[in-house]
């Protein structure tokens, strides 16, 4: 009975429903379950990690990583289990949204705090997935046995910077991870460091001048390169963010390196708009009842574009026909509403992050005065 318990424990309990204390009553509990599925109960700290992180174990490809955007967080019904079980043979293993380098750290969360072998295991058959999809030029694709755009270099949505994080990390932080071995670590560390040298032979130049990075590149030539119909080949005033503030956290930067550095902040300052600001309108009999607009605002903050022109710095947006327009209102409603086509990504970039960097690094160039 236990055993049935802790599985109908896992499988059937939604959380809607608490009580402070669960009460156990012998040979009833699990007809209780059954007839009142949606019946829930508190659970202690301990058993929701354990709980959450089964919920991870169940995801897991049999290559050794992660789906995007399933709810890690949810109760799958029996019939769920077995459902989820049959996709372990596929190959939707991925590291974009955070997928894969995620499962990894909070893997190695519950193992220090439960000692459970089993989520070391999966943790490090992720870890040989990263390693093993890197390119011999240091670059990773969007994911594992890539074809089409997610075969290319992949900025978009964080996924090498996600995964070089997780690796660095991995080779550096002997107190999150004390059980990886030295020999894991230095692979780890040569992982990182190839994938710093790609991503600086990524960065785009225009007229001998550093800019910033594409949200994909060409696996062979570097070169900037589109995804998607609506995604095209240009400098990203979103995902180069995540690339300079990783370059950033680099310890004794090489000359190279505070090159890069300086180069897309320059980049950054250049390309930021002012005097607009995005807003959301009321629109009665539109599919989701606003519209994105774009108004003049002389007190608004700078703001950046997903994407630029490559040589003007002009944005770009785009419907899914990938015909590229100056302006959000010249696109599709659907598309105008249904992606980020604007943001304050690069605020605290260079407000807060490239102070600290430069006074440390770069003491005698400043490039935003």
């Known amino acids: 009975m236990g055993r049935l318990f802790s599985f109908l424990m896992k499988i059937m309990i939604p959380r809607e429903f608490t009580r ?24 202690y700290p301990e058993e929701n990690l354990q709980r959450k992180t089964d919920y ?13 955007n399933y709810d890690r967080d949810q109760n799958p019904s029996a019939q769920e289990v077995i459902n989820i079980r049959a996709k372990r043979g596929g190959n939707d293993a ?4 955070g997928a894969t380098h995620t499962e990894v750290r909070l893997l190695a969360d519950a193992f220090n705090s439960t000692g459970n072998i089993r989520y070391k295991n999966a943790l490090l058959k992720g870890v040989e997935l990263m390693l093993l999809t890197q390119y011999p030029n240091g670059g990773w694709p969007q994911r594992p046995n890539a074809s089409g755009y997610s075969k290319h ?3 978009n949505d964080g996924a090498m910077i996600g995964v070089m994080t997780t690796l660095r990390d991995l080779a550096n932080d002997r107190d999150a991870y004390s059980f990886i071995d030295e020999r894991l670590r230095t692979r780890c560390r040569n992982a990182v460091e190839k994938g710093i040298l790609c991503i600086l032979k990524c960065q785009i130049s225009v007229d001998g001048k550093r800019t910033a990075w594409c949200a994909q590149h060409d696996e062979k030539t570097f070169a900037p390169r589109k995804a998607r119909s609506y995604e095209l080949a240009s400098i990203s005033g979103a995902e180069s963010v995540g690339i300079v503030r990783f370059l950033m956290q680099i310890e004794k930067p090489s000359p190279k390196i505070i090159a890069a550095v300086q180069g897309a902040i ?4 250049e390309a930021k708009l002012t005097g607009i600001r995005e ?26 574009a997903r994407f630029y022109r490559i040589g003007t710095n002009q944005p770009i947006f785009c419907s899914r ?10 696109i599709s409603y659907e598309r105008r509403n249904g992606y980020s086509w604007l943001g304050y990504w690069g605020k605290d970039l260079l407000a807060k992050d490239y102070p600290a960097w430069q006074g440390e690094w770069a003491l005698h160039h400043n490039v935003l005065r």
């Open 20 to 43: 402070r204390k669960l009460i156990r009553f012998p040979g009833l509990t699990a007809l209780l379950l059954l007839a009142v599925p949606s019946l829930t109960f508190q659970v």
């Open 56 to 68: 991870i174990l169940l995801y897991q490809r049999d290559n050794g990583g992660w789906p995007k």
């Open 94 to 97: 991925t590291f974009d949204n």
């Open 153 to 155: 270099i992949t900025f």
């Open 266 to 269: 320059r980049w950054f300052d």
């Open 279 to 304: 807003i959301r309108m009321d629109s009665k009999g539109s599919p989701k009842g606003f519209d994105k607009v774009v108004v003049k605002d002389s007190k608004a903050p700078p703001i950046w």
């Open 321 to 330: 026909d990938g015909i590229p327009r100056k302006t959000l209102a010249g």
